[in-house]
């Protein structure tokens, strides 16, 4: 079973290698005929190829959106493919396509940690360079990846936020996903430490699980609003909390009286920052995650780095940046969406 | 299969013949002739030592408890709305899961069929922009009935048990629900406004999810208790063989509870996407057992022909309220699930020391001269 598929997938690729191979001559041949002079640079012509994990997937638009407006600023050409389906090694063909197409750089965010590291250690052979976002392999199959967040930085952001709105004083909660979520737990530490260093006066008085469940998250923050009668902020660090809990807010009369902030998506907050429930929430921004990781690219490509810790480069409106350990490249801090920029992000 | 103290008609009594023991004790004569006390004493015994008010006192003191550790827990204008709206979609499913637990079965399949529908409900109003409400709903209904005719069909027809049955539905719905969804989720901004506000719509500080889910106690209710082809649902549990031999149409009883069942699920998906207004590939998932749960706690017994969908309401606003209640009163969030667990176990620990005491009463009436 496994060696038909295997080998008609052999068959295909190598069918499909021809025709590209035929139709890339052509394009070659009047790419040289135009561009005449460059002939340096022809060697490091940048073509880059993202893979998402599913094609289809709002926030994958919008991170490979600002990769492609990148690439093209840089002359490069761009091109997204990928599977329907995120399933583990949906992407390996779509990786072996690009290599045998000798595309200059592969842009993934794997849907495996090791599945597709093979493939990629094949393109890498090739002369294809490598970086992942959004969602990494282990380290030995790729040159770069670009991360989207830190967690201390994504636990200030929110420690700074609520406080923010809070006036800096008063009891607040937290509505986590799972009580044994290791990143989330921790968040919830870096923010414990936060609050106990920096803000005397806030009170973190519940930690409650909604188990990344619409309903229970939804039933739990009207539990927190019960309890604790002079609650003033909660923070929500999970994308399905957040949203149940300004659900439950934007119905309640402490609507506008309880502070929410933490993680969400544009999508799933537009209606409660529209209607004031919520002032503002965090995450980064899928664009620039998309953008930088076209700019990484490009760097390696043109042999600016190699990709090793303490190697910088620059991309454009995004400043400076540095590798870090496990040749990691961190996108900042996260990304404020309120009501004044949320109707630019469809994810 | 044992009969209730109270409510059921007392079909598994020998012959007795009352007039002719003055000897037995007041207790075992009101057993086998309770006709022997005035009816309004009758009603009033009966409505106190119905398991049905028993339910009733417990979540007064839960309330009362929580009321008096922090008042807005009733008094409160989001109290007071939290307290009626919160159990108003379990009270609904409890209702379908009580109809078909006391015909012997059960439906497992109620979380898929209320995720299912939710996720409908998300998707005619993406689709189909401007559709009516009242048209959203019948969809819920007729989609959820449609696939409890699947599981009554299979039960009724293949003869297998229905906890099998329904399990294997509960994947293959699921599994319906998450090809179709996949990833993607029904946002609130996707869902009208009217719709969404209908989950917090109030009448007289009354929610109107609320008086959905009594309209349909009320209607199921009545059905089962006065209806002679509700009663058979009581007989077909109490002893289905029996049932058959008396020439009761048992399928068609079954089925009918199957599709009930699956429609209030149905119509339960809908009021999901109206108070939560987001709607994933998981929704629902789970609750299912907290219907069961809701169902025994409310005096239903598990093997069927005994206990009211009164019951099963109580036991779901009972369920659902203790669960709100318990973090107010300081017990941490690993503890309450404990508990729940605690009061199915006392419900049923009850239901069986109710059930031996009933027949051993019957039988010392029986071996009376």
Known sequence: ???????????????????????????????????????????????????????????????DAGGKKVVES???????????????????????????????????????????????????KGGTK?????????????????????????????????????????????????????????????????????????????????????????????ALLQTHPNLKGIISPTTVGIAAAARYLSTSDKKGKVALTGL???????????????????LWNPADLGGLAAYAADALVKGKITGKEGDTFTAGELGDFKVGANQTVLLGDPFAFNAGNIDQFTF | MTPAPTQEPTVSVPDAQPGIQPAVTSETQLLVEPSSLSPRRRIVQGLLRSREFSILVVLLLVVAAATIKNPSFLLSSSGWRDLLLTPSMLIVLAVGQAAVIITRNVDLSVGSVLGLTAYLTGRLFIDHPGLPIVAVFAAGILVGGLLGLVNGLLVALARVPALVITLGTLYIYRGIVLSWAGS??????????????????????????????????????????????????????????????????????????????????????????????????????????????????????????????????????????????????????????????????????????????????????????
Request: charged share 15%.
């Open chain 1, 1 to 63: 079973m496994t060696s038909i598929s295997r080998r008609s997938a052999v068959l295909g690729v190598a069918a499909l290698t021809a025709g590209l191979a035929l139709t890339g001559c052509t394009k070659a041949a009047t790419d040289s005929g135009a561009a005449g002079t460059g002939a340096a640079t022809a060697a490091a012509k940048l073509s880059v190829v993202f893979i998402p994990k599913n094609l289809g997937n709002p926030y994958f638009d919008t991170s």
């Open chain 1, 74 to 124: 840089l002359g490069g050409t761009y091109s997204e493919v990928g599977p329907q389906q995120a399933s583990p090694d949906g992407q390996v063909q779509y990786i072996n396509t690009a290599a045998q197409q000798r595309a200059s750089a592969l842009v993934v965010s794997a849907n495996d940690p090791k599945a597709i590291g093979d493939a990629l250690n094949q393109a890498r």
């Open chain 1, 130 to 222: 490598v970086v992942t976002f959004d969602s990494d392999t282990d380290p030995q199959y790729r040159d770069l990846f670009i991360n989207q967040a830190s967690p201390d930085g994504l636990a200030k952001v929110e420690v700074d936020g609520i406080t923010k709105q809070i006036g800096d004083s008063g009891e607040i909660a937290i509505l986590s996903a799972s009580a044994n979520a290791t990143n989330q737990n921790a968040w919830i530490d870096l923010m414990k430490k936060d609050l106990a260093a920096n803000h005397p006066n806030v009170k973190l008085v519940d930690v409650v699980y909604g188990n990344d469940d619409d309903q229970t998250s939804f039933d739990k923050t009207a």
């Open chain 1, 264 to 282: 969400g998506t544009p999508n799933q907050m537009r209606e409660y920052v529209k209607n004031g429930t919520v002032n503002e929430f965090y």
């Open chain 2, 184 to 369: 993607s989720r029904i946002n609130a901004s996707d869902l009208p406004p009217d719709f969404l506000s209908l989950g917090t719509a109030q009448v007289l500080t009354i929610p109107v999810l609320f008086i959905v889910a009594l309209a349909v106690l009320g209607a199921v209710g009545y059905y089962l208790y006065t209806a002679r082809s509700g009663r058979e649902f009581y007989a077909i549990g109490s002893d289905p063989d029996a049932a058959v031999l008396y020439g009761l149409n048992v399928r068609r009883r079954v089925l009918s509870a199957f599709v009930l069942s699956g429609a209030l699920a149905g119509l339960a998906g809908v009021v999901f996407a109206a108070r939560y207004g987001s709607v994933s590939s998981d929704a629902g998932t789970g609750i299912e057992l907290q219907a069961v749960a809701a169902v025994v706690i409310g005096g239903v017994a598990i093997f069927g022909g005994s206990g009211t969908v009164w019951g099963a309401a109580l036991g779901a606003v009972l369920l659902v309220t203790i669960n709100r209640a318990l973090p107010m009163l300081g017990i941490p969030d690993f503890w309450q699930q404990a508990l729940v667990g605690a009061l199915i176990l006392s419900a049923i620990v009850l239901d069986r020391v109710l059930a031996a005491r009933q027949s051993r009463r019957l039988v010392e009436a029986r071996d009376l001269p």
